[in-house]
């Protein structure tokens, strides 16, 4: 095996720059197109085929390159098509938008599935039916399709037109029963500043013990840089569902109708803490207004001691500084309670999934698109996107997924270079099964890995299963829309002033104030039209209540 490994390193080296598929080089005839053949769909006809793929999100990295990535040659190999990746470049909305009026939309599109778009193009009759395209062109790719996924996305038309990543499908959870939902909201520290100042997880449990723990790092220098004892999310509003997951604050009433969160009392004493938090001198005046990636070099550079946010974010900044100083691990702490010590509830890490592809009817050839979608949601495919390449990268022992020594050495030798080759190239989470990957996942290839898989599976248990919350907001171009739309913006506005203030009670005014304007722009509709929406998804789920406090 040893031996094998050698000779695919020499083989990806020596590939010519120009490949075995140069794009472009799509049938300039209409095929014939195969409707059966042995094997899944996708080996039916693999002949060379570019799709055009468009990622909604600017920020995207990944360029299709199978000349010196081997997932990607691997992926044309078996299915044929080689992929004309592109993003939005400026405004996004504004990009997607003109494809739609345009009727100019690639094979296929990846983006959130709460942007109005995806509901415009399916009622405009923009979007190809994937239940059709199955049946005439992947019908063992039923085999493989969770029905829960189907039912949650199915349109009022009876058709399916969203594809999801990221879904947490209950069969899968069968399937796999030692697994459990999972949320990305997290808080961590450094410990070796911990150890340096008698600092322990446990301290952050409770908001007393969480203040004096980060006084302890006030005035603390680290490679003469000095550390701000705590950071939260970019300009601290973008995520303050983090923070009210933390603190427990209801989204239901016990009747079972729908709280707007900010109206509790709870929410009250979770925006009085984080006013503690400021008025002590534990926060900086920037966290207001820095981006995320102002906070990725100041965490590249060791200056913050403990964050409050997204665990999924900042993943290469903690990796970074990891490499420069081994002893600059980020560890789970707390997590911070309510002031009644009840247990943190926190959003999932989105159990309807983050991204839907869709297929328009734009496209040239959607049977080879369909089946591409067979074949990356097939376990061949999570294998390949999630692992690699089995005898490079992993092995599969006694049932487990391993890292080969070879892949292991690649890691440790030159990173950048392991994921440029050997990793997904910058991201082909496409059609990622999350309940797969975590009940197949190998043990972290690199301490970090080890580091950031632990907080995640620490912060677990904490998850709430906020599926019924998903999807309520109300429909564009409706009245409530606009108000919550307008709300949402003047909240915004307000929070820092309430954060910022100079006492609990001018916390407390601020905040009544708010309250009453944002009644004043439309909320009771919002929230009623939000209920109606929570109600049916409960109905579709055979639930209740969706608020554990509350739950029968």
Do not use: C
């Amino acid at each position: 095996m040893r031996s094998s490994i050698l000779v695919w390193a020499v083989i990806l080296l020596l590939i010519p720059a120009f490949g075995v598929f140069a794009g472009g080089q799509a049938e300039e005839e209409a095929a014939e197109i195969v409707t059966d053949g042995e094997g899944p769909s996708w080996s039916w006809d693999t002949s060379p085929i570019e799709i055009g793929h468009y990622m909604h999100e600017g920020w995207y990295s990944k360029r299709w390159n199978p000349d010196t990535n081997i997932r990607d040659e691997v992926i044309e190999e078996s299915t044929g098509v080689s992929l004309d990746i592109s993003v939005p470049t400026g405004d996004a909305a504004e990009r997607l938008n003109t494809m739609i009026a345009g009727d100019n939309l690639p094979d296929f599109v990846t983006l959130g599935w709460w942007f109005e778009q995806v509901r415009q193009m399916e009622v405009g009759n923009m979007l190809y039916p994937l239940n059709e395209l199955i049946d005439d062109y992947a019908p063992d790719f039923w085999d493989i399709i969770p029905q829960s996924m189907v039912d949650w996305y199915r349109a009022d038309d009876g058709n399916w037109y969203q594809f999801p990543n990221f879904f947490w499908a209950e069969e899968r959870l069968e399937q796999f029963p030692e697994v459990g939902f999972e949320t990305n909201a997290a808080m961590y520290a450094r410990a070796d500043i911990m150890d340096d100042l008698g600092i322990v997880p446990e301290d952050f449990e409770t908001q007393d013990g969480m203040i004096e723990a980060l006084k302890k790092v006030q005035g603390y220098e680290y490679d003469d840089y000095p550390v701000t004892p705590v950071y939260f999310s970019p300009e601290v509003i973008t995520q303050w569902y983090v923070h009210t997951g933390l603190f427990a604050v209801p989204r239901e009433d016990s009747d079972g109708n729908l709280l707007d969160e900010r109206t509790t009392d709870r929410y009250l004493e979770m925006l009085q803490f984080m006013n503690r938090i400021y008025r002590e001198g534990l926060m900086n005046d920037e966290n207001f207004i820095e981006s995320r990636t102002d906070i990725s070099d100041r965490k590249t550079r060791g200056e913050i001691f403990l964050y409050i946010g997204n665990n999924a974010d900042y993943v290469g900044s903690k990796r970074d500084l990891f490499r420069a100083d081994n002893d600059a691990k980020y560890v789970a702490v707390g997590p911070v309670r309510n002031s009644d010590g009840e247990r943190p509830q926190l959003n999932s890490s989105g159990l309807a999934g983050w991204q839907v592809n869709v297929i328009p009817r734009t496209a040239d050839r959607p049977d080879r698109v369909i089946r591409l979608f067979h074949y990356l949601y097939s376990e061949e495919g999570q294998l390949l996107t999630n692992y690699g390449v089995e005898g490079v990268t992993y092995e599969t022992v006694d049932g487990q997924i391993e890292w080969t020594d070879y892949f292991l050495e690649q890691q440790a030798d030159d990173p950048d270079r392991a994921q440029a080759v050997y990793g997904d190239g910058g991201g082909v989470w496409w059609f990622q099964d999350p309940v797969f990957h975590r009940g197949t996942r190998p043990a972290p290839a690199t301490e970090h890995e080890r580091l950031h898989m632990e907080t995640m599976d620490f912060y677990a248990q904490y998850t709430l299963n906020d599926l019924p919350f998903t999807n309520i907001e109300p429909p564009g171009g409706t009245v409530e829309q606009a108000d919550a739309s307008e709300i949402a913006t003047y909240w915004d506005a307000q929070l820092p002033d309430m954060i910022m203030a100079d006492s609990p009670e001018e916390v407390e005014r601020i905040w009544r104030a708010s309250l009453e304007h944002i009644r004043g722009l439309g909320l009771e509709g919002v929230t009623e039209v939000r209920n109606e929406l929570f109600q049916e998804n409960k109905e579709r789920l055979g639930i209740e209540y969706a608020w554990p406090p509350n739950r029968e």
